[in-house]
């Protein structure tokens, strides 16, 4: 088991100041890579092969806030992404630069999934490799998903409310309770939900 004694810092997770050293990438080039990630939807870690954060932007460090709700470390990197790291430093020695790209979903406060892909990211000017790590908040995707799918299926407005709740694994009850309607309403909604979606698949 790893405590959290053992994870490794970042620096409060906030953006890496751009210092000189010859552990990190070409000050020009860590700053390219800054403006391109911080547009990201995703949240981006990058990570130096000792395990501590490089840089992080926005979104990255909001959701590391949230998968590390009960860390007594406030300012270390979330277990679950730190286990993923270990993982792949302990296998770059049978897997060398092979294209691996674990992927898992991490579960952080109220339940909140995030999946996390780390992979191994080369820059041209710099011998040392690093870890890429992105987050996807898939609360968020699926309810982009959810109204998406609203427009497609030309749902009502309190179709889309309950769509959105139920894409969220609301139970009947749990969106019964937040729409201030009975069980059988929302049964009702989703009967007519997925008659609309049938009427779409079968054009």
Known sequence: MVTSSFLPTVADVRPARFTESKEQPKRAELAMLSRLFEGFADGVLLLTQEGSCLYSNQEGRRLCRVLKEGQHSADAVPLGVWLM??????????????????????????????????????????????????????????????????????????????????????????IAAKLFVSVNTVKRHLKSISAKRMLVAED
Do not use: I
């Not at 020695?93 to 780390?118: C, H, I, Y």
């Not at 820059?123 to 998406?148: G, I, K, N, W």
């Open 85 to 174: 790291y270990r993982h792949m430093s302990e296998s770059r020695s049978l897997f060398g630069d092979e294209a691996l790209v674990p992927t898992q979903t991490l579960t952080g406060a109220k339940n909140q999934q995030v999946r996390a892909k780390v992979q191994w990211l080369n820059l041209p000017a710099d011998p040392e490799a690093y870890l890429l790590v992105l987050l996807e908040d898939q609360s968020r995707s699926a309810q982009a998903t959810a109204l998406l799918e609203a427009v497609r299926y030309k749902l009502t407005p309190r179709e889309k409310d309950v769509w959105l709740l139920r894409y969220a694994n609301c139970s009947y009850k749990e």
